[in-house]
């Protein structure tokens, strides 16, 4: 049975009210396991708008699911595409506070700032360098509103693909002078290494996973824009990160980010 229109801004609704109290839910698919992609898309859409509405503003995009060991433990073929807004956009010279989500886990990430302009439908990874103006390390922090950080594919890409918080590093460099696939990557917490991957981790490397999303955005007429954030996907798996935690990521020739967190019940 296809989903109604009532039903989608129904779901919105709840999502956003589990973000912002703070609560798990249980997932979509628990209620409506008939669900599509293409209708957890339109929630997705819906729930942007939403946060727009509310004086947020779109800056960029977020991809999922680009490693392929990943892509076949969810039995799907291809990544996923979360919005970013500029609410969740953190500093690294402030620290972050815990209480402002449900569970949160920290993932590596390469960073793209689009120098113009880029749409199509064949767009190519080396399409996408030549748009790029720069590239830093990030850490996105990913917070599932569901239970358990536990969802089917629809579930996720309705919940605007976990997407909560990012910080980007300082020092920004010029894509044309790395090979991103071999860039390595350290994660650490409190200095102990927690994970460790390289750029080949995304889809072979990071630009062709962001041309996939070029690709996608292509099919529905439009494209990525000047300025525009891209995370290019997580370069090793997510790890859960506490009150008093420092999470740090440096990425080889782009130099580290870091943040710390904190609960805002011990602060002065």
Same mark, same amino acid.
């Given at each position: 049975m296809a989903m109604t229109t009532e039903t989608k801004q129904d779901l919105v609704e709840w999502l956003l009210a589990a973000e912002r109290d703070?609560?798990?839910?249980?997932?979509?698919?628990?209620?409506?396991? !008939?669900?599509?992609?293409? !209708?957890?898309?339109?929630?997705?859409?819906?729930?942007?708008?939403?946060?727009?509405?509310?004086?947020?503003?779109?800056?960029?995009?977020?991809?999922?699911?680009?490693?392929?060991?990943?892509?076949?433990?969810?039995?799907?073929?291809?990544?996923?595409?979360?919005?970013?807004?500029?609410?969740?956009?953190?500093?690294?010279?402030?620290?972050?506070?815990?209480?402002?989500?449900?569970?949160?886990?920290?993932?590596p990430e390469i960073a793209f700032l689009m120098g113009e302009d880029l749409q199509g439908t064949n767009v190519?990874?080396? !399409?996408?360098?030549?748009?790029?103006?720069?590239?830093?390390?990030?850490?996105?922090?990913? !917070?599932?509103?569901?239970?358990?950080?536990?969802?089917?594919?629809p579930d996720v890409v309705a919940d605007n693909c976990?997407?909560?918080?990012?910080?980007?590093?300082?020092?920004?460099?010029?894509?044309g002078s790395l090979d991103l696939a071999l860039a390595g990557v350290v994660m650490t917490i409190n200095g102990v290494i927690q994970t460790t991957g390289s750029g080949a981790a995304v889809l072979g490397h990071p630009a062709a996973s962001v041309a996939w999303a070029v690709n996608k955005l292509g099919e529905q007429g439009s494209g990525l824009k000047k300025g525009?954030?891209?995370?290019?996907?997580?370069?090793?798996?997510?790890?859960?990160?506490?009150?008093g935690d420092v999470i740090q990521v440096s990425v080889d020739g782009m130099g580290s980010v870091s943040f710390g967190c904190q609960s805002s019940r011990n602060e002065i």
């Open positions: 703070r609560r798990e839910i249980e997932k979509i698919t628990q209620r409506y396991p !008939d669900m599509t992609i293409e !209708d957890a898309y339109e929630i997705q859409r819906q729930l942007i708008a939403k946060k727009e509405q509310a004086g947020e503003r779109c800056i960029g995009l977020k991809l999922g699911l680009t490693s392929r060991a990943k892509q076949q433990m969810m039995g799907v073929h291809e990544a996923i595409y979360g919005y970013l807004t500029d609410g969740m956009l953190a500093t690294e010279w402030e620290t972050i506070a815990h209480e402002r989500f449900i569970h949160p886990k920290a993932e190519t990874a080396k !399409d996408v360098l030549r748009a790029t103006r720069y590239v830093a390390p990030a850490i996105e922090i990913i !917070d599932s509103r569901y239970e358990n950080f536990r969802f089917t594919l976990s997407s909560a918080a990012f910080v980007v590093g300082s020092r920004w460099v010029a894509p525009q954030i891209i995370l290019s996907g997580a370069l090793t798996e997510a790890v859960l990160f506490q009150p």
